[in-house]
């Protein structure tokens, strides 16, 4: 899910200035841990979706000296009319970025990881042999850090899916962004029940799932739940709701802002439905919070206790 300030939106035809509610405000990036953080990035010429897509959280994740790599380059095969990570021809394939990801992993010493990466459709195993070995790097030099890895669905090439669930990753996920209805307009390649099915082949697998849905691009309460239904009935544990904010004028307008209260029913309905960690708020992105998504039980039995 990708983020910047607000431009403005079009709502019936009718261009109209939105302002931010107060709710989306955020503090700037400070601090000697964000310096930190930003100094190994750049030293080890790393991509981060923290940057390429511009998070809210930014400020506070690097701040706390973690941050979300991103693999295989930042120019990306897809032109989803959300993102605003750069769309062309990618660079080649940089077989040494393994080794770079993991000793930066190691510097900053982080406790849990969150890989992402660009889509690669110009390859033919779209990128998943750099992911494979970007996990086992990262391990083979991080025994005690856990991973959360961010894949793209592979267009549906389901051997390059099975290289991921061969190096098992302690939560894989696959963010289905959109209801159905919207998914050809916000995903332009991408297919809704293409994404359901990585999801089903993951748990198949024995992998921890993960999934996200940003809400606000003009979907109906009755779609957002219908979305929620099929990522639990596939098989999902873990789900992210949070707000999408438009990257530049040329990106998807917001449709409407989303109000935590809005957030909180949706929270509710998830634990309902069987999902075992919902994390759910304007603010929510992808890996915000993520440490928490790899325990198993760990949301659902706070949902419990506050039930209680």
């Not at 400070?30 to 981060?48: A, P, Q, W």
């Not at 000793?103 to 042999?129: F, N, P």
Request: aromatic share 6%; with cysteine; net charge neutral.
């Amino acid at each position: 899910m990708q983020e910047l300030p607000v431009i403005n939106a079009t709502v019936n035809n009718t261009e109209t200035r939105v302002k931010k509610p107060d709710w989306l405000r955020v503090k700037l990036p400070i601090g000697e841990n964000y310096k930190h953080v930003r100094s190994l990035v750049d030293t080890h010429k790393l991509h981060t979706i923290c940057e390429s897509g511009n998070c809210p959280n930014m400020g506070e994740c690097w701040g706390e000296g973690t941050a979300t790599f991103m693999i295989l380059g930042n120019i990306c095969t897809r032109s989803c009319g959300f993102c605003a990570v750069a769309t062309g021809r990618p660079d080649p394939v940089d077989w040494d970025e393994p080794q770079r990801v993991a000793e930066a992993i190691h510097l900053m010493k982080v406790k849990h990881a969150v890989l992402t990466s660009v889509d690669r459709d110009e390859l033919k195993d779209g990128g998943s042999i750099i992911w494979a070995n970007t996990i086992k790097a990262v391990r083979a030099l991080n025994p005690d850090t856990t991973l959360e890895t961010l894949i793209p669905d592979f267009k549906g090439q389901w051997e390059n899916l099975e290289r991921i669930i061969e190096v098992a990753p302690e939560v894989v996920s696959h963010n289905l962004e959109t209801v159905e209805r919207m998914t050809r307009k916000v995903r332009i390649q991408a297919k809704y029940h293409r994404s359901l099915e990585v999801i089903r082949r993951l748990k198949d697998g024995g992998m921890r799932t993960k999934s996200g849905i940003m809400l606000g691009l003009g979907e109906t309460k009755e779609e957002v739940l219908q979305s929620m239904q099929d990522l639990a009935d596939n098989g999902l544990d873990v789900l992210t709701l949070g707000q999408y904010l438009q990257p530049t004028q040329k990106h998807l307008p917001v449709v409407r802002f989303v109000h935590p209260d809005e957030f909180a029913f949706y929270r509710e309905e998830g634990y309902k439905m069987g999902l075992d960690y919902v994390e759910s708020g304007p603010l929510v992105r992808s890996s915000y919070h993520s440490e928490r998504h790899v325990i198993p039980g760990y949301g659902r039995s706070k949902w419990e206790q506050e039930k209680a």
